[in-house]
């Protein structure tokens, strides 16, 4: 018996198919107008809030003020009488006893933020936020309030740790693997912006591996999260409430552009001011600069990668080894050196007494050293300033005893730039009045007769190799003759 007739409720009529057939047909639009079902990440894109984020974080994050004791020149009193502010009374009592008046102490304060990392009381701070300070005060989320001590401090890398002055168990903050974090993910900063008790401000990660000059370390995560004076120490955090970053910095008159120390940079770092109350960091025992397109071309590397050795100094780890001025480092223990700003923080992180392989490019041809690690101390430098391009519009001096005292130069040779002309290329070029020309295309310079002859074999249009002594730093500059 043939079936009847399907009919569907609604305005459209299927006649002429079996039941299953209809069946099977309604099965497959269903399934075609559903479309793929979306992935989990796509429905965390948008939170609908932050609160859950806020709520958990906020009783971990604290609010720290500062007081420093400055001492300055004494004055009891201003005297005020008839002729206002220039009174000649004044005038006559600064003048004469003025000096005799005891030195005055004034208060300056300062506030930041923080985060507790430890149910002890351990705080992890920026190091500028505390540095200096004879008194810590620490507020929590619920207006308690304890003197906390300084336990250690990192200026390199702006973080310090402080403890409270309490027993008891405190809530903290897990530091998270910032190395997960992906640029445009959502993240979290509760801080004390110009005073105002944990302000939460949400945004996404804008960049990673940000250099800022801050220091040699220079390794930022930036973020659009608001982040305002008085933010610096407080934690940039995930969506699931853990520390990715240390807010630390901003740009003066930016919107939207700050700046967080990684969690993971932070670990070691908190790890040894606990220990140890210091950072113990490896020393290589160079100054580094930058490899322009003008300095790769000069010394034929071929690449622009890479950190450009500019001096060696005698009692470090790499004159020992063998390394040399105008080497080019390209790996260090198995790392690859892209930029000259990624080998300080390896460096550092290197252990003491550890050794390495380091391959440089020399002349054109690969060479390795194997050297052994140093302890870097604090007036050792690990990075010179980054170096430029010049031209020869300048002048020149012979260096003698008398200018050699005045710079404060150990050196007895060379000759000294007096002068670059405005508007020419040295002007724009990074050479400055002061620097010590120590050689030039790989020649020494050691008076005025030597620059002449070496600077007078440039041709037109040639670029020349400039090596310069800057203060404690010895940076190549490449000039090239109009």
């Known amino acids: ?22 069946w099977l047909l309604a099965l497959i639009l269903a399934v075609f107008l559903a479309g793929p079902e979306p992935a989990a990440a796509e429905t965390k894109m948008i939170p609908a809030s932050f609160s859950q984020v806020a709520a958990k974080a906020s009783p971990a994050v604290v609010n720290i003020s500062t007081v420093k004791l400055v001492k300055g020149p004494g004055r009891v009193f201003r005297f005020r009488g008839p002729g206002g502010p220039s009174d000649p009374f004044q005038d006559f009592f600064d003048k004469f006893f003025g000096d005799q008046m005891p030195p005055s102490e004034r208060k300056e304060r300062s506030l930041g933020s923080g985060f507790l990392i430890d149910p002890s ?89 940000r250099v800022i000059g801050a220091g040699p370390y220079d390794d930022f995560l930036q973020t659009d999260a608001s982040i305002n004076p008085g933010n610096s120490g407080g934690p940039l955090l995930n969506l699931e409430g853990e520390v990715v970053g240390i807010n630390t910095a901003i740009v003066a008159g930016g919107t939207g552009i700050g700046f967080a120390i990684p969690a993971n940079l932070a670990q070691g770092i908190v790890k040894q001011l606990k220990d140890k109350g210091r950072v113990v960091r490896g020393w290589l025992g160079v100054m580094i600069q930058k490899v322009t397109p003008e300095l790769a071309k000069t010394l034929k590397l071929g690449t622009e990668k890479g950190a450009l050795v500019a001096d060696v100094p005698e009692t470090g780890p790499a004159y020992k080894a063998g390394l040399k001025r105008g080497d080019v480092i390209v790996n260090f223990d198995g790392k690859e050196i892209k930029e000259w700003s990624d080998l300080p923080p390896i460096v550092a992180g290197t252990p003491v007494g550890s050794e390495v392989k380091v391959k440089v490019i020399r002349e054109g041809k690969e060479k390795a050293f194997d050297v052994k690690i140093a302890e870097l101390k604090d007036e050792r430098l690990a990075a010179a300033e980054p170096g430029g391009a010049g031209d020869l519009g300048l002048s020149v001096r012979e260096l003698t005893p008398e200018i050699a005292q005045r710079l404060g130069l150990k050196e007895t040779e060379g000759v000294i730039i007096a002068g670059i002309t405005d508007g020419s290329p040295a002007d724009e070029s990074g050479l400055k009045p002061g620097d010590l020309i120590i050689e030039i295309n790989r020649q020494p310079v050691k008076n005025m007769s030597d620059f002449r002859r070496i600077a007078g074999e440039a041709k037109k249009g040639e670029t020349v190799l400039f090596l310069v002594k800057r203060g404690s730093n010895t940076l190549f500059f490449t000039v090239t003759v109009p």
């Open 1 to 22: 018996m043939q079936d009847s007739p399907f009919y569907l409720n609604n305005p459209f009529r299927l006649t002429g198919f079996n039941r299953p057939a209809v």
């Open 121 to 209: 009381g351990l705080i992890i701070t920026n190091n500028h936020v505390v540095e200096g300070a004879d008194d810590i005060m620490v507020k929590l989320s619920d207006q308690k309030e304890y003197h906390a001590q300084v336990l250690g401090r990192d200026p390199k890398t702006d973080l310090a740790l402080i403890k409270l002055k309490a027993e008891g168990t405190f809530p903290y903050l897990a530091l998270a693997d910032s190395s997960k974090v992906q640029v445009g993910d959502w993240v979290v900063a509760i801080g004390n912006p110009f005073g105002l008790d944990h302000t939460v401000t949400a945004g996404i990660l804008s960049a990673r591996g």
